[in-house]
């Protein structure tokens, strides 16, 4: 499975937020349906609106999709440079794991929490986050120099050349 996007509101016709179950709520809208929707996962027992995970020792456990995640990552300002401080994780077997991997931009964008308007758009299980740009391991086809990322400040997914400074 995957996460939701924490959207739960609906715009109405005239384009104000309403409540999904209000009447006059348009259709088919996000916050209308998937987990952070449902009553039997939208609780904040585990986590924010569907979003569900277990944090130990710096590391956080997505409970919907399996994924480990280092709870403790700094964005860093290069492709080059997320890759040498997943080399440090790896070394020093950060939360007992030294097959670390850079994440797929999907994987990223999971994490993603769109329901939040301030501060990194992120489950605050994931307080050392930023409110910033995290690389993916996805090179972007279009420019070989550049890779995917996701940027947790304003929940978008985007690509840049991997040497820009983010």
């Given at each position: 499975?995957?996460?939701?996007?924490?959207?739960?509101?609906?715009?109405?016709a005239?384009?104000?937020?309403?409540?999904?179950?209000?009447?006059?709520?348009?259709?088919?809208?996000?916050?209308?349906?998937g987990?952070?929707?449902l009553?039997?996962?939208s609780?904040?027992?585990?986590?924010r609106?569907?979003f569900s995970?277990?944090?130990?020792?710096?590391?956080?456990t997505?409970?919907v999709?399996g994924?480990?995640?280092?709870?403790?990552a700094?964005?860093a300002?290069?492709l080059a440079?997320?890759?040498?401080n997943?080399?440090?994780?790896?070394?020093?077997?950060r939360?007992g794991?030294?097959d670390?991997?850079?994440?797929?931009a999907?994987?990223?964008?999971?994490?993603?929490?769109?329901?939040?308007?301030?501060?990194?758009r992120?489950?605050p299980?994931?307080?050392?986050?930023p409110?910033?740009?995290?690389?993916s391991?996805?090179a972007?086809?279009?420019?070989?120099?550049?890779?995917w990322?996701?940027?947790?400040g304003?929940g978008?997914v985007a690509?840049d050349t991997?040497?820009?400074?983010?």
């Open positions: 499975g995957l996460n939701d996007t924490g959207v739960t509101q609906c715009l109405d005239a384009g104000a937020l309403v409540a999904c179950s209000a009447a006059g709520a348009l259709a088919g809208q996000d916050g209308a349906s987990r952070d929707a009553a039997l996962t609780g904040a027992a585990d986590g609106v569907g995970f277990t944090a130990a020792g710096g590391c956080v997505d409970n999709t994924l480990v995640w280092d709870g403790t700094e964005a300002a290069t440079a997320a890759q040498a997943l080399a440090t994780a790896n070394a020093t077997a939360c794991h030294a670390w991997r850079l994440p797929t999907a994987e990223l964008a999971s994490l993603v929490d769109n329901g939040l308007s301030t501060g990194a992120i489950d299980v994931f307080a050392a986050t409110a910033a740009g995290f690389w391991s996805e972007y086809a279009g420019d070989t120099r550049a890779a990322l996701v940027d947790f304003s978008a690509f991997a040497t820009n400074p983010l």
